[in-house]
């Protein structure tokens, strides 16, 4: 009820006699069960009234009206300059998700209907939603990999556009693809964005004859990027700044018992980002001290070991860290609503939090840095390739190869002499 979150008593006068007034308290009750904080939702509440008003000075006397379009032109057109009293002013931070919430309580309700679907009239939209699906019904692709893959076909197609002044990817010649290739090129795009473009663009030229789009097979006109194998080292923090980064959460609060498990797991398992936040609590063995690891970048599953300090810090963690467990996975926002994190780059944003607050001079920002990290450690204690490939689940050695590169004594060893001792003549 609205009396859970107001105890003004002219307030809860004034959102019960709005448009919206006889569903205000049922409103406000939605949000119980998700733990919303009381201030986020006064802030939908206002929302909801504010919405109620404006619908009311647009001319409509009947809820039934306040329809997913008005709600659209209420957030974009009357917010940006409103004027209204004093209650609604300020900033409108909360206003989106709270019409969202409203819109869909409303037709949950069965006060409005639900929006009709439907499927794009533009051209590229229409492409790029058969191109997600073609990537995950036949390649069965991550979503994060698909976006990376219609991001890249957008580049492409909004070049084809500038070029010929209109999309007609019909028209598609080799002319075009290399001439696009050499538009990449000429940017100041790090190597791996230029393969990672090269790579799309060679998918995509694949879809386009699945589709029947184009009839040539235009796949070899993408030119494949030189790059000598392992020509680079892995970026990696030395071990003593990694154990700096653990100790960096407080473990005394839900967010820090969240956030340091996270850290152990990457730092002492090698786990990736998706990983993370793709792990369940019924994946975590505690009795035979295992932890599967389904679904990875190379669709291998893999079991870990659950050592003690991991199993000490996971139990803390589901015991003392969840403010919510209904969910199986394991790691949830720890702000209302109490749901799994979705991306795998609030992790990417955690870490750099910590390396911020403990002015850590790390090599990059990013989460990968401390699989590298451990890969290297392992390497130069002794561990062999193959210990590391089967840790980190790589499918091929050679991709664990260039950590051979970071133990510099056993470089030394294998160095061969100056001739002649190195005596100079």
Known sequence: MIKNYYKDSRRIKRLRECLLGEYMDAFANSFAQFDYSIGVVKAYLRTAAHFARYAVWEGNTEVSQLNHEMATQFLNEHLPNCSCEKMNSGKFANATAGIDHLMRFLVEQGVIEAPIKMMPQNQMSDILIRYDQYLDKIFGLTVKTRNIHRKRATTFMEWLRERHGELNLEEINNNDILDFQIAIQANKYSFDFKKTITSCLRSFLRFLRWEHIVHKDFTPAVYKL????????????????????????????????????????????????????????????????????????????????????????????????????????????????????????????????????????????????????????????????????????????????????????????????????????
């Open 226 to 425: 030189v790059e000598w194998d392992l020509a680079s080292i892995p970026k990696y923090m030395p071990y003593d700044d990694v154990l700096m980064l653990l100790q960096a959460p407080d473990r005394n609060t839900a967010v820090g018992k969240r956030d340091v498990t996270m850290l152990i797991l990457m730092a002492h398992l090698g786990l990736r980002a998706c990983e993370i936040v793709n792990l369940h609590i019924s994946e975590i063995d505690f009795r035979n001290g295992t932890i599967l690891i389904k679904k990875t970048k190379t669709s291998v599953e893999r079991e870990m070991p659950l050592t003690v300090e991991i199993a000490e810090v996971l139990i803390d963690y589901i015991k003392n860290g969840r403010q919510n467990q209904l969910y199986d996975r394991l790691f949830l926002r720890t702000y209302a609503p109490y749901t799994p994190i979705q991306s795998s780059s609030s992790v990417g944003t955690m870490i750099r939090k910590y390396i911020k607050e403990i002015g850590l001079k790390t090599p990059t920002l990013g989460t990968h840095q401390l699989r590298h990290s451990l890969a290297t450690h392992l390497i130069n204690n002794g561990s062999t390739l193959k210990d590391v490939a089967d840790m980190l689940g790589h499918k091929s050695i050679e991709s664990t190869g260039i950590y051979a590169k970071v133990h510099v004594e056993r470089l030394k060893e294998v160095a061969l002499p100056f001739p002649m001792g190195g005596a100079l003549k």
